[in-house]
């Protein structure tokens, strides 16, 4: 096969892992190399699905003995099956790198063969490029379950990211839609990841302290995981609590929720549609209230909330739900407070507890300083007075949905209608 | 705006970043500003006769080099936004000169309180600069030229080539690289650890000298088969990519345009 028609089939194969973040690592070229990753990470453009093209991400090979339901390069699929070799990969990212069209390589695999000769393909991949090439650009390593320790700590030793995919969010559903997959061996993979991750920070605490050179971090980036949403039955409760205990558990730097996008009919699976991406919004929106926002996964979801609204955001929800914990006080409220104000980010937050302390704010000065006053002002108040009139939740819920047009204060009739 | 003792005469400015440097170190150490700028005489009429005391007098770059030290020693992140206003090309110097004035009257915290209108004039000049930088950052498409160095042509909204340059030195390492503004034309070589400012012909001259069509033509293949069909948003593209920088994209630009380069 021509190399041009290996990539396009490796890249379209790969395209269903939502992962290209270059972010959370900070290393140099080799000696004569070329190459440096930063912590923000960059973007390098934008496909037509408006998703950031970060990395270059392959499959080493599409040849898979596995037959999960939901994946297009499953072992019963009618497609081309191709692999790359390691040469021609690392010519690739080169090429690509020294031209800045990319920040690194993402390299995932189907399982041609036993676990450790796939994953030992990627390592050597990773090699090469880090020993060979001196490159000391952004390298994200899928990891195979089931490979061995020795591996997966070679392959931190030159991979920025490392990942291993729960896929499910269940035992159950991993049994019914992905047979040869074991949940017990996924979450393996990411203890022995977590627990070299600990070892290496250790390690380099000790070398700072006898002021010698620490050996190479354990992926400097993290580990990350992704599991497809709407292709079994959980509801988003199962998913968010999922996610908030790897967070908590093994320490994962980012959960990915991937829209089930049907890739042949099975059985298994639900009947087609169009993927649940507004779900899949949501979900991650939840997911940056428990990483960025201080929320916890109950407070998201309560027992009896099975899923995310569909109309409101979970912080939008989470207030609406929460009433008593408004008006915060725009003048003394702690930063932790005005986080949770909707309409109010982690930038604006930041600017009133700045500007506070030089000036006597007004509340025209909040919109200006860059606030969406449209959805705050129901939940703040300056020195006392609410911003907003106070309207229960029902009145509330149509302001703060979205697709709702613009929110306006209802008129005095409706108010004395409710009065 | 800053008070200022009596109505005292406009400062010169060149509109070279030297200057404003110089400028700003005024501001920070008197705690006030004259509250307007004006362009210097031309040296014909004598700038350095018609200076008056304490009043600088164009871009002495040791001058520039002492406000410099002492900006960064004491003016938090005054440094870091005299750069970004500079490459703005937004004419918000007098908000600049304005917040250095409070600075240097204890006034601390001025830089981050945005209540204060010159702070969020400014600020709001400097984010679309840091933004278009780390846009650039990854939009900046190069090719290797025959000479083996690798060259991108790009066509900031701000003069931000200066604030990209460490980006590209840190990523190519030992490789010669070079930056080449067809807007403003302007161009920086990077080569042996060096970096060499060119402008006008020079500039322009270090662009691409022929075609990179075979690896072109893979990232295209590439950038085609990741996108995922039945996630279309191109509203979504459009939003994170503005239009205005698709021309010097080889995944993106139409085929004729590329040609012409």
Known sequence: MELADKLALLAGAARYDASCASSGSSRGAGPGGIGASSPAGVCHSWTGDGRCVSLLKLLYSNACRNDCAYCASRSSADTRRASFSPEELVRITMAFYRRNYIEGLFLSSGIFSDPDIVMERLVEVARRLREEEGFGGYIHLKVIPGSSEKLLRRAG???????????????????????????????????????????SREESGRARGWRRAAPPPFAPGGQSTQLVV???PEDDRTIVSLASSLYRRFGLR????SAFLPVAPDPRLPPPAAPPLRREHRLYQADWLMRCYGYAAEEILGAAEPSLDAELDPK???????????????ESAEYERLLRVPGLGITGA?????????????????????????????????????????????????????????????????????? | MSATSSAARAWAWDGSLESLLILADLALSAGSWPGSLRSPQPPEAGLFDEAEAGEPCGADPRAAEGALGRLRARGGPLYGLCLEAWMSEEGVEPQLLSLASALGRGEAGAAEDYARPETRILRAA?????????????????SPRSDGLYSALLEPDHNVLPALLPHFARRFGGQAFALVDLRRRVAYLSRGGRIEALSGEEAIALGPDRSDEDAQALWRGYFQAIENPARRNPGLQKRLMPARYWKHLPELARIGERESV
């Not at chain 1, 839609?177 to 996924?186: N, W």
């Not at chain 1, 022995?192 to 991750?197: N, Q, T, W």
């Not at chain 1, 980012?254 to 929720?257: I, N």
């Open chain 1, 350 to 419: 930041r600017r009133i507890v700045a500007a506070r302390r030089g000036s006597r704010l007004e509340a025209e000065d909040l919109g200006k300083m860059g606030i969406v006053m449209r959805r705050a002002r129901w939940f703040l108040s300056l020195r006392g007075r609410r911003l907003g009139e106070e309207l229960g939740p029902e009145l509330l819920r149509p302001l703060l949905a979205e697709g709702g047009g613009a929110a306006r204060p209802p008129s005095s009739q409706l108010e004395l209608a409710f009065a």
């Open chain 1, 157 to 199: 030793a030159y991979a920025d990211r490392l990942s291993a995919n729960i896929e499910l969010p269940t035992q159950a559903s991993l049994s019914r839609l992905a047979p040869q997959k074991s949940g017990t061996e996924i979450l393996g993979a990411m203890r022995l990841m977590s627990e070299a991750e600990g070892e």
């Open chain 1, 254 to 257: 980012r959960v990915y929720y």
């Open chain 2, 126 to 142: 400097c984010s679309r600069v840091e933004r278009e930088v780390h846009r650039l950052q990854g939009l900046a498409r190069f």
């Open chain 1, 230 to 232: 709407g292709a079994s």
């Open chain 1, 316 to 330: 939008a929800a989470w207030a609406l739900r929460n009433p008593g914990f408004f008006p915060v006080e725009v």
